[in-house]
């Protein structure tokens, strides 16, 4: 399945994203993991993400363009790529905060271009993406932000309900939902373990009789040692 997570911050993107590696690599299968799209970069070092939030605005938005594009190759050639944000948040954030000049983000994002993502996607005809939208009640949200901030927090609690109308509003316009390739999943109440659980049933229709396959197969408790005997494969607790 190839999972791209889209959501306002704190809806859980990332714990689902972690939750969801782990689940496939029990399964004996890689993922290609790609959170880079938030400012800054969670994947760069202290050093650099210090660094780049004070980059020059034509440099974030050239970056972050290059980012976008060069995503869509990952998302066609890895089996399980697992994508936070993409073009979606971009938009989101470029025109809720670009034009403060306290915050991270650049203004002048090139947002002709949202489709464009879209369209090179589906021209692959890949036949198990999936656009998960998670989202949470306002509440739930503040309480995130306060029992466990971001260190480079992007959204201002006064803005959550018009940033979650911002997400359903472009969220609108994805061609991958008019395809039918969208999963809304709301965390509210929900423990990281009962959203996963949720995201596997809602995207059973989407993904293909391999990824059915694996995930009826029973995984034995501990650490698995893959063995075959007689050409029948075996996963054995170590």
Do not use: C
């Not at 006064?158 to 359903?168: A, H, T």
């Amino acid at each position: 399945m190839r999972s791209i997570f889209v959501g306002i911050e704190y809806a859980g993107k990332t714990t689902l994203i972690d939750l969801l590696q782990a689940y496939y690599y029990k399964r004996g299968r890689q993922t290609h993991n790609d959170d880079h799209f938030t400012i800054p970069d969670a994947t760069l070092s202290p050093e650099s993400r210090a660094a780049y939030i004070h980059y020059p605005n034509d440099v974030k938005e050239r970056m972050q363009r290059m980012q976008l594009h060069y995503h869509i190759d990952i998302i066609k050639n890895y089996p399980h790529p697992l994508i936070g944000g993409w073009h979606i948040e971009e938009a989101i954030y470029t025109a809720m905060y670009g034009h403060d000049p306290d915050h991270s983000y650049y203004p002048n994002y090139h947002y002709a271009f949202q489709r464009h993502y879209e369209v090179q996607v589906l021209e692959a005809r890949l036949p198990d993406v999936v656009l998960f939208h998670l989202t949470a009640d306002d509440e739930t949200i503040r309480e995130r932000m306060q029992t466990a901030p971001h260190e480079y927090q992007i959204i201002k609690s006064q803005d959550i309900p018009e940033l979650k109308q911002r997400f359903e509003a472009e969220l609108d316009q994805s061609l991958l939902k008019k395809g039918g390739r969208l999963v809304t999943l709301d965390t509210t109440g929900k423990t990281p373990e009962e959203s996963l659980d949720e995201l596997l049933l809602k995207s059973e229709p989407l993904v293909t009789d391999g990824e059915m396959a694996m995930r009826a197969v029973a995984i034995p408790e501990g650490d698995l040692e893959i063995r075959y005997e007689n050409g029948v494969r075996k996963m054995i607790s170590g």
